[in-house]
């Protein structure tokens, strides 16, 4: 199976900060790696697929990038709403795995 | 908009079978852009992927836990299925029912979930 780390686990933010969370593959997955963003009791949303393509409708300050075993998710200036558990998940090869999440904390 | 809902029990016993139904709407069962998948998480930890099927009939299970599921089909009722054999109390959890988009290969429509404890 393919082990996504993610760092850092916890993280606390302010407003209007620019946040980056990475995620580490433990082999080459191309860029099959997609973002998936949690809030409290509710399902998981995608906010990137293919590393760095935005899903529609979710705001231009969240972006992706990387390749191959090295993947950044950058939150450019964060809202109040933006205070939840992300994660990273690849599909370059079966099983589906995720990284074990990062949550992102108001300072 | 593809929608998902969970149905099922909420309580199983140990040793006994978790069933699980996913109701799906917007979107055809047979539509060959999608895997249709189940995530589970346990309260206060991370998303386990669990498995998929897709239209042909095909699956794909988490090795984790491939001795102990079947994942199946119902296109009469456009819905699919998750049986869990022989749980423990290590299966509770919120499950969900999840598509899984083939041309991106992310899990773009989640279910709301479903809590289910495993307990005597």
């Known amino acids: 199976d393919i082990q996504l780390t993610q760092s850092p686990s916890f993280l606390s933010a302010s407003v209007g900060d620019r946040v980056t969370i990475t995620c580490r593959a433990s082999?080459?997955?191309?860029?099959?790696l997609a973002w998936y963003q949690q809030k409290p009791g509710k399902a998981p949303k995608v906010l990137i697929y293919?590393?760095?393509t935005l899903q529609s409708g979710v705001p231009s300050r969240f972006s992706g990038s990387g390749s191959g075993t090295e993947f950044s998710l950058t939150i450019t200036s964060l809202q109040p709403e933006d205070f939840a558990t992300y994660y990273c998940q690849q599909l370059n090869s079966y099983p589906v795995t995720f990284g074990g999440g990062t949550k992102v904390e108001i300072k | 908009q593809v929608q998902l809902q969970e149905s099922g029990p909420g309580l199983v016993k140990p040793s006994q079978t978790l069933s699980l139904t996913c109701t799906v709407s917007?979107?055809?069962?047979?539509?060959?852009?999608?895997?249709w998948s189940w995530v589970r998480q346990p309260a206060g930890k991370g998303l386990e992927w669990i498995g998929r099927i897709y239209t042909t009939g095909s699956t794909d299970y988490n090795p984790s836990l491939r001795s102990r599921i079947t994942i199946s089909t119902d296109t009469s009722k456009n819905q699919f299925s998750l049986n869990l054999y022989s749980v423990t109390a290590s299966d509770t959890a919120v499950y969900f029912c999840?598509?899984?988009?083939?041309?991106?290969?992310?899990?773009?429509?989640w279910g709301q979930g479903i809590l289910v404890t495993v307990s005597s």
């Open positions: 917007g979107a055809s069962i047979s539509n060959i852009n999608y895997y």
């Open positions: 999840v598509s899984l988009v083939g041309a991106t290969r992310s899990l773009d429509f």
């Open positions: 293919a590393a760095s």
């Open positions: 082999q080459g997955i191309s860029t099959f």
